[in-house]
C-alpha cells in the first residue's frame, strides 16, 4: 500500500480510512491506495504517525470496526418500529414552522407603551427602583400592559404603572 498526494477542493468533510476521525481537506490531501484502488482519506494527525504508526492505526481501526459490525448485526435482527416517511416530513415541516415563528417573534418590533418609557427617561421613577433589573424585566415593564404577566421581579412598579403621567407630562391642570 502506498499513500500518495493530490490536489483537493479544500473545506470538504472526510473521514480518516486509518483512525475514523471525521476531517476537514485542504489544498493537498493524503490517499490510501492499493495498486490501483483507492482505499480512503489519511487525516493529518495520521500522516504524522508514519508508515509504521498507520499500521498500528489500521489495524486498532479495523478491530473497532469489527466490534461495531457485530453490534449492528445483533441489531439487526430485532424489530424496529419507524414512523413513515410523511410522518417524518410531517414534524420537519412543525419544527421548520415553529422556528420560523421563534424567529419571527424575536424580530418583531417591540410596542413599546410610551407613558411607561416617559416615566424612565424623566427620571420620575427612582433609580434606585429600576437599578439591578435585567433587559428581559425592562422590556417586560415597557411593553406589557397587564401586570398580572409581570415577572415578580418587577411587581414593584405596579405602581408606577398606574400612575396618572398626564399631570407630569403638561404640569398641574390650571383651570
Known amino acids: 500500500m502506498k499513500v500518495k498526494f493530490q490536489k483537493s477542493e479544500p473545506y470538504i468533510s472526510r473521514i480518516c480510512v486509518t483512525c475514523g476521525t471525521t476531517f476537514v481537506s485542504e489544498e493537498i490531501e493524503a490517499l490510501l491506495w492499493k495498486d490501483d484502488i483507492q482505499i480512503g482519506y489519511l487525516c493529518k ?3 504524522k504517525m508514519g508508515s509504521e504508526g498507520l499500521s498500528l492505526l489500521l489495524k486498532k481501526q479495523s478491530k473497532s470496526l469489527g466490534e461495531r459490525a457485530k453490534i449492528l448485526d445483533e441489531l439487526s435482527r430485532e424489530p424496529i418500529e419507524c414512523p413513515t416517511w ?5 414534524e420537519l415541516n412543525e419544527g421548520i414552522t415553529k422556528h420560523k415563528e421563534k424567529v419571527l417573534e424575536k424580530a418583531r418590533p417591540l410596542r413599546m407603551i410610551m407613558s411607561r418609557v416617559f416615566l424612565v427617561g424623566e427620571n420620575i421613577i427612582p433609580r434606585e427602583e429600576i437599578e439591578g433589573l435585567s433587559p428581559e424585566h425592562m422590556r417586560v415593564f415597557l411593553t406589557e400592559q397587564d401586570t398580572s404577566k409581570w415577572p415578580p421581579e418587577i411587581l414593584h412598579l405596579k405602581k408606577y404603572a398606574e400612575m396618572d403621567v398626564e399631570k ?4 398641574p391642570n390650571d383651570e
Open 45 to 47: 494527525e495520521c500522516i
Open 86 to 90: 410523511d410522518e417524518y416530513l410531517q
Open 168 to 171: 407630569y407630562m403638561f404640569g
